[in-house]
Every structure is written in C-alpha cells, then in structure tokens.
C-alpha cells in the first residue's frame, strides 16, 4: 500500500471506500490493510475529497463520545455541507436528545420484546417457503424482505409497497462514487420518500384513528417541549427511520449467514446449541461492523496528534472500531466463546443506535428459525458487496440438500 506524508507529516492515502460488484468483504480488508500500516490516522484524498480517518477504537470511540468537538451535522465525509438534515441523528446536543426523548418508547427493549412472537411467526413463513428449493438468494428473499416488513409495520406503512421503498432506499444510499450525480441522486431519492410521508401525514390526519399505535399515526401528535413539530421536521425524522430500517438490519444480517456459510463449526455449533445465536449476533455485529459515520470538527485542536481546523471531516469508521487487534485479541475472527465485548458497531456517544435491540432481536430470530428448518448448506457462487457509508451485501446465494 502506498503513501505520501502531508505537510503535517500524517500519511495521506488514496481509499477508495466504495468499489461497486466486489466480492463479499473486500472493504473490510481494504480497512484491515489501512489499519495494519497507519495508527492511529490518516488523510483520505478520495474521488478529490480530503478527510481525516482515525484507525483506532479507542480514538473513534473518543471522537463518537464528543459532540462538542466533533459535530453531527455532516455524516458524509465527502459531503462536508450537505442540503439535507436527517433527524435525529444529525443534530448535535441539547437538539439532539428533545428527538431522542420522543422516540425512545417505540424502540425501548419492552416493546421491541412484545414484537417478538410475530417476528418468529414471519421469519418461519418466509423460511418454510425456501425449504423444499434447495437454494435462493438470502438478500432476495429473507434479509431485505424480512426487516423492511418488520419496520413498515411499525411505521404503519403499507407491505405492499416495500419494491418502490426498496428503489428509493438504493437511490439515497447505495449510489457509486462520490460527486455531484451521486449528490443529485441521493437527494432525487429523498425527495420521493418525503414526498410519500408528505401524503401520508396528511392521509392520517383526515382520517385519525384514535387506537392506531404505528409511528406515522402517532407522529402528527408528537411535541416537543409542548410544542407541535413542524412538518419539515418531521419528514425529515421520518426519512431517517426509513432509510435505517429499510437498510442497516438488512445489510447486517446478510454479513452474519454469510460468516455462517463459510465457517462450518461455527455454523454446527448454533445449530447444536441455539442458545449461542445471541453471542453469533454479538460476535458478528463486532468482525462486521457496517456502518462508516463522520464528523464534522468544531473548532482547531489537536486530536490524538492531528492538527485539526474548524470545519475539518473527519471519518469514524465502526469497522476499524470492531476489528482493531489493540481492543480484541484476534479481532477479525468471530470467536463464539469470546467474552461479553463492549463493541461499538451500534456507535458510541449520544448517538448510540436507537434500534439497537429492535436490531439484535431481528438478527436472533432469523438465524433461529432459519437453522431449525435448514442446519446445513453453503455459498452458491461468490457473493456480492457495496461499500460506501453503509457497507452491504447485494447478493448471497446458498444452496442445501
């Protein structure tokens, strides 16, 4: 790997951190080289940008833990002014914890655990389906179709539907490259899915079900601090669980059956002893950590040795965070008798993932009710993946007897 050294004597490399069609894990281990030669950062000149990129767990999880330093308002490193506000997660505090306050209860571990027995109830439906064909897609048929159920049904946004919200989900998130198409594409994308909220609201508030418990329903009534929200606002709240859950969950737990495909042990002993699914969940959201978040710098310091200026990106990428041998031994390795880990795969700071049981409970049931009805198959063909700032698998084809 090459490098040159800036005037500031960081190492400056060239990463290209979306490769479209690679072959499953390619960006983890283009993140692996990086982090094996560069500690704790370097300079990213990516497609023209120019960011700083920090290597080390313990240096993203100090970055992730200081807003006042570090600002929310940029998730995007090769974004650094971005026309749009995804809330919550790009307001910076006390803003910031007004949202968080009104959406803790739809995703607080009661009410995700209430949601449990008609997740089981549909993962086994979508898995009776594919018993009897002897292969499928696994990205096809389980991991886009079963978290978007999930989450549409929360949101009380019609099934029916999911093809088109798939379509708008790969606009804003799973463009190729960076630059001003990709921008324009993104932002066509987002403008549909507002658009779609937009007569969604406006449905619902012609037509009030008092006993409707689905987020769209109650979110015409949400205040905050005994003020109504404005409808900007909350399109824009909106949009934001829509692209999370539409896509993270997915994405994860496509990474996860596709450790489970290529390691045969580790797949037998789940299989023997399903109480292991939560730590194969635990381990696998570690070694394969998808989301690469950024910061935008508040101010000139010196962080961890960079001469940091105002205004400053910054990329805090949770997969150096999740596989950096200095914080687990053997990091890259999913060990199912590792020890309980404080991973940061679900972020760290004020803006810990909010869906983070949701998550783990959908990524559980799955692997549960799938190794019931099919223990033992394999990869069919290489599997498929995207980079960017959520890293996912396109495609994973398996076949069992």
């Known amino acids: 790997m090459s490098q040159n050294q800036s005037s500031t004597g960081c190492p400056v490399l060239n990463i290209e951190m979306n ?25 990213n ?6 960011y700083w990129v920090f290597t080390e767990n313990a240096v993203i999880l ?18 650094p002014d971005p026309p749009y506000k ?58 886009r179709v079963f978290p978007s159920t999930v989450f549409l049904t929360i949101m009380g946004m019609p099934v029916e539907d999911l093809e088109k919200f798939m379509a708008w989900e790969d606009m804003i998130l799973h463009q190729r490259g960076v630059g001003e198409e ?25 037509n009030r079900d008092p006993d409707a418990d689905d987020i769209v329903s109650k979110a015409i009534g949400w205040t905050i601090e005994g003020e109504p929200i404005n409808d900007l606002e909350l399109l824009n709240c909106l949009l934001l669980l829509f692209m999370a859950g539409l896509d993270t969950v997915s994405n994860q737990l496509s990474y996860a059956m596709l450790h489970l495909a290529t390691h045969q042990s580790d797949r037998a002993r789940i299989v023997a002893e399903p109480e292991l699914i939560p730590k194969a969940v635990e381990e696998t959201l570690r070694a394969y950590p998808i989301v690469q978040t950024a910061r935008k710098a ?21 997969a150096f ?16 008798d590792r020890g309980v880990t404080r991973h940061l795969s679900f972020g760290g700071g004020p803006h810990r ?36 700032q959520v890293f996912g698998v396109d495609s994973l084809n398996l076949r069992w007897h």
């Open 182 to 206: 990709v921008n324009a594409a993104r932002l066509e994308g987002m403008t549909h899915v507002m658009g779609y909220f937009s007569e969604l609201i406006a449905q619902r508030r012609a």
């Open 298 to 318: 508040t101010q000139d310091m010196d962080f961890h040795g960079c001469p940091v200026k105002a205004g400053d990106m910054a990329s805090f990428s949770l």
């Open 19 to 43: 490769i479209p069609d690679s072959p499953a894990l390619t960006h983890f281990r283009r993140l692996d080289e990086c982090q094996d030669n560069v500690r704790p950062v370097f300079r």
């Open 62 to 79: 100090e970055g992730l833990q200081h807003p006042e330093l570090w600002s929310s308002s940029v998730v995007v490193p090769t974004e």
């Open 86 to 143: 995804w809330i919550p997660i790009m307001l910076d505090p006390p803003e910031h914890a007004k949202w968080r306050h009104v959406l803790a209860e739809y995703f607080s571990p009661g009410r995700v655990k209430g949601l449990r027995e008609a997740q089981q109830k549909l993962a086994a439906d979508l898995v009776e389906q594919l018993v009897g064909d002897g292969g499928c897609d696994f990205v096809e048929r389980i991991s």
């Open 353 to 388: 993932c909010l869906g983070s049981h949701l998550a783990r409970q959908e990524m559980a049931v799955v692997l549960e009710e799938w190794h019931k009805r099919i223990p033992d198959y394999e990869l069919a063909g290489e599997a498929i993946e995207h980079g960017g």
């Open 321 to 336: 965070a999740g596989r950096d041998e200095s914080a687990y031994p053997n990091a890259r390795e999913v060990d199912l």
């Open 45 to 50: 000149t990516e497609a023209g940008a120019d």
